[in-house]
């Protein structure tokens, strides 16, 4: 379990991360969204121990990040922003001695390295200096060296940051594999990246937390949630007719689609009755079930379009 | 124990994956040459001793130590591997002592490597080996203090060299401060004891007993405690400053 109160950070004038509180309990995979300087990274940095708070506390497990921090990194496995790793080594070294450092066995390092070499597709450049590895692979390594221990809290900063669509797709697979019993925190800019992974969004802004949901609770809050959008020729004669029904509250027209907002519940069947009836033709009718980059902007920006 | 022999093995074999270590040793040899052979007359003097060779030796670590102890944290800023080592379930300590004790065992290589030239001097006449030895190990743990020095420095910056020029410059006062000209700014107006600290700082004097064969208690405490005293300044500046 990771508590977190009152956590604070500044830097001169600036509060990077101001008056923070949380709790993450076994089985969340928790998504930090944030738009650039939120203090996200900042945050993770303070979870591991690497930045002492400027105010408040944290604790893993029950152990306090800075009176107890050996016992808390104990319980952790980290990957940086930027996943840093010993360039001049071979990947096998570096995870070999990541593993020693973890305090994994002697008889059991070499096991644990193939474990997540495997995990991470690393096979094919196991025996290749990190300086030389493109970054996807770079990125790769840095997840294996968090894992390599199966650790009870997972934090990891940006892990899919450069990874081809299909690595991407294995990673999200992998996390939510071990998701069941750890405690996993991200952070990430791809917003459908958290639909896909997380089951708790935190957003942050200028260090202070301005949103706590599940990602369908933030969904639901999108303009978007529940609306009908339709693509046609003569979008504005069908919005003047649309907006005439009982279940439309609102209709408006944006780069030749119309959308329209419900005023109750039902709104898509009423619309595609109406367009059976007016045998209009419409190339696309979809639901909308809200918009996250949407959400994400007005949270952040409180800005409602 | 087990984190710091882990990472001391780490560092070890980083000088032996990157030209460092050969372009190092080749360096520290061939000056050591030069030194011996030229400046120092090692024929010329028709002496059966290692004088001439170990009488260079500070000045050659002044520059020689920093160039290897400026890498050991500031490399660790610049990539960013600070916080991977530092997160990892390690002591600052711990990892402040394992650099620590590899690079002082790479230049105690270095230094190993020199043995021809004790086998050299043996050839052609008959020195004392326990003086010889004695020089050897006062040699390398002066070695040990000036790297001690350089890695707090290396601690303070994330430019290797920056780190550099500090160390040389603090190294610079360590060997200097028992010198005349350096003394002479003080006597006359600091008082006795005063003066009596400055001059026991010194790395000279200290390393000028040890290689005269003279190993006292006292010039062996000394290097210890200058190098832990240094140690646990850059465990500090650590501690302070890990993230900026
Ligand atoms: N060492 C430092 N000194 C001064 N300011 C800093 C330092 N590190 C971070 N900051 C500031 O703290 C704020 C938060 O930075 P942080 O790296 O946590 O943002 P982030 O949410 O991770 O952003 P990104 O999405 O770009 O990774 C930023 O305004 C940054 O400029
Ligand atoms: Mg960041």
């Not at chain 1, 990602?215 to 978007?224: F, M, N």
């Not at chain 2, 030239?117 to 050839?123: E, L």
């Not at chain 2, 030895?133 to 390398?140: E, V």
């Amino acid at each position: 379990m990771i508590e977190v109160k009152s956590l604070s950070r500044h830097y001169g004038h600036l509060k990077a991360v101001d008056d923070l509180s949380f709790t993450v309990e076994p089985g969340q995979v928790l998504g930090f969204l944030g738009p650039n300087g939120a203090g996200k990274s900042t945050t993770m940095k303070m979870l591991t121990g690497f930045l002492a708070p400027t105010a408040g506390s944290a604790r893993i497990n029950g152990h306090d990040v800075v009176a107890d921090s050996l016992a808390a990194r104990r319980c952790l496995g980290y990957l940086p922003e930027g996943a840093p790793s010993y360039g001049e080594m071979t990947v096998l070294d570096f995870l070999l001695f990541v593993a020693r450092a973890r305090g994994i066995p002697a008889r059991e390092v070499h096991t644990a390295c193939e474990r997540v070499v495997d995990r991470l597709n690393l096979a094919g450049v196991r025996h290749q200096v990190i300086d030389t590895l493109s970054k996807g692979f770079r990125r790769r390594v840095g997840l294996a060296q968090a894992i390599i221990h199966d650790p009870a809290v997972l934090i990891l900063d940006e892990p899919t940051d450069g990874l081809d669509p299909n690595q991407k797709h294995e990673v999200r697979k992998l996390i939510a594999e071990m998701a069941s019993d750890k405690i996993i925190v991200i952070s990430t800019h791809i917003l459908e990246e958290v639909q896909a992974l997380c089951n708790r969004v935190m957003i942050i802004s200028q260090g202070r937390l301005l949103a706590d949901d599940t990602p369908a609770g933030l969904i639901a809050r999108s303009r978007y949630h529940n609306a009908v959008t339709l693509a046609a020729d003569d979008v504005r004669r069908i919005a003047s007719v649309l907006s005439e029904l009982p279940e439309v509250a609102r209709a408006e027209v944006k780069e030749g689609e119309l959308t329209v907002f419900p005023a109750g519940a039902g709104l898509f069947d009423a619309v595609s009755r109406s367009v059976a009836e007016h045998g209009w033709a419409v190339s696309e009718l979809r639901y909308e079930a809200g918009r996250l980059d949407e959400v994400f902007r007005m949270i952040t920006q409180g800005e409602s379009a | 124990m087990e984190a710091v022999t882990t990472i001391l093995r780490r560092e070890l074999a980083g000088y032996f994956a990157t030209p460092v270590a050969y372009v190092f040793i080749v360096i520290y040899l061939v000056m050591n040459g030069v030194f011996t052979f030229y400046l120092g007359g090692f024929f010329e003097r028709g002496l059966a001793d290692l004088e001439p060779f170990f009488r260079f030796h500070p000045w050659l670590y002044l520059f020689l130590v920093p160039a290897i102890s400026m890498r050991l944290w500031a490399e660790e800023r610049r990539a960013g591997t600070i916080e991977l080592l530092l997160t990892l379930p390690v002591t600052t300590g711990q990892a402040v002592l394992g650099k620590f004790l590899a690079a002082w065992l790479f230049l105690g290589l270095a230094l190993l490597l020199t043995v021809p030239i004790w086998v050299t001097v043996n050839y052609l006449g008959d020195p004392d080996n326990g003086v010889i030895l004695a020089a050897y190990a006062g040699s390398w743990l002066m070695a040990g203090g000036m790297l001690a020095i350089g890695s707090c420095m290396s601690a303070v910056t994330r430019s290797q060299v920056i780190a550099f020029i500090l160390s040389v410059a603090a190294c610079f006062v360590f060997l200097l401060s028992g010198l005349p000209m350096v003394m002479n700014v003080f006597s006359g107006w600091a008082p006795q004891f005063l003066l009596d600290g400055i001059a026991s700082l010194s790395f000279l004097s200290h390393y000028s007993d040890i290689s005269r064969g003279v190993i006292d208690l006292r010039d062996l405490v000394y290097f210890v405690l200058v190098a832990g005293f240094w140690l646990l300044a850059n465990v500090i500046v650590l501690e302070l400053r890990k993230a900026d």
